[in-house]
């Protein structure tokens, strides 16, 4: 149980890590005309502080995960770049809230994907949290047609199930070198957005203050990964996700609150879904009791 509470509330705080990413993007001078530079930079410093904290963890032999990465850590790695690529295409085209609106689906997303690959089965507490936040997720759709493009939209969902996609991964293999796939995913995302920006002849740098709010980013969404990648193995991917809800409410309320000068004001609906997500989380958190060998079933893999 300890354990159990240890994870939760690990990956509880990596959502909050990554719920400041709107909040940064809406720092950035005309985000909407240099994605796939701000990409590219974020991208890389992901790579980087990853492939610095395995140096430090485990000396120069870090470099030995690599060769262990298989097909597990590749599909991770790639879902996860997806879904780095289609955030931030979506966060500069709609609303925060429409972009944290459609990530508040991984849990549904990851669910399928984890019973039809993993054969992981959901509990009651867990069922009831998903009806929950999914009557919350509901409840701040009613009002968002007009407030961003199909584009924008889209993308969200597709990173959405980018996400879900990795959460999974990691849960696949578990001697699959799990920061290794997160290292993958920068570099990937680093090389899209290398690729377009060749193919577009577009300039590659960007201002000063563009640059460090992208390695700022890619540090806050590194950070949280790590944590993220941690506690993996202790809870069901469904849950993962579930609880990781937090960057979604977080990611609404940074932009909003006047301090930081956004005002991104969110509707009645909005808040009001994310009141109901929230009594999903914490009624998740504080009814998950049993341990997990009794409430899931495990495919092992070799």
């Known amino acids: 149980m300890i354990k159990n509470s240890s994870a939760i509330l690990i990956v509880l ?34 790579f980087l502080v990853l492939n610095v904290y395995l140096f430090l963890a485990e000396g120069i032999k870090f470099t030995k995960n690599y060769n262990k990465i298989g097909l597990s850590g590749i599909i ?12 931030i295409l979506s966060i500069t085209t709609t609303t925060a809230a ?11 997303v990851a669910a399928i994907l984890a019973y039809v690959f993993l ?3 959901i509990s009651m507490t867990t069922f009831i949290a998903i009806v929950v936040a999914a009557g919350g997720i509901i409840f701040m759709s009613l009002d968002s047609k007009g407030e961003g493009s199909l584009f ?22 578990r001697k699959t070198p799990k920061f290794t796939t997160v290292a993958i995913a920068g570099i990937f995302c680093a090389a899209v957005a290398i690729l377009v920006l060749i193919f577009n002849d577009d300039n590659i740098f960007i201002s000063v203050k563009n640059s460090s709010l992208s390695a700022l980013h890619g540090f806050l969404v590194c950070s949280g ?18 609880l990781s809800l937090t960057e979604v409410l977080g990611g609404i309320f ?8 956004i005002n991104e004001v969110p509707t009645a609906n909005t808040l009001i879904g994310g009141g109901i997500i929230t009594t999903a989380i914490i009624f998740y958190a ?12 495990w495919v092992k893999k070799k």
């Open 13 to 46: 705080i990596a959502g909050l890590f990554w719920s400041f990413g709107p909040l940064v993007v809406r720092y950035i001078d005309d985000a909407q005309l240099i994605p796939w530079q701000y990409l590219f930079f974020r991208g890389s410093i992901i």
């Open 76 to 87: 991770g790695g790639v879902s996860l770049g997806i879904a780095n690529i289609s955030f």
């Open 98 to 108: 429409v972009t944290m609106m459609m990530l508040a689906t991984q849990p549904f």
């Open 119 to 121: 054969k992981e089965k």
């Open 152 to 173: 924008g939209l889209i993308n969200g969902l597709l990173s959405s199930l980018g996400f879900a996609g990795f959460t999974v991964s990691l849960r696949w293999r």
């Open 225 to 242: 990964l790590i944590l993220f990648s941690i506690k993996s193995k202790d809870l069901p991917a469904t849950d993962l996700t579930l």
């Open 254 to 261: 940074w932009v909003w609150l006047p301090i930081f000068g």
């Open 286 to 297: 504080f009814n998950t009791k049993q341990p997990l060998s009794s409430r899931y079933v």
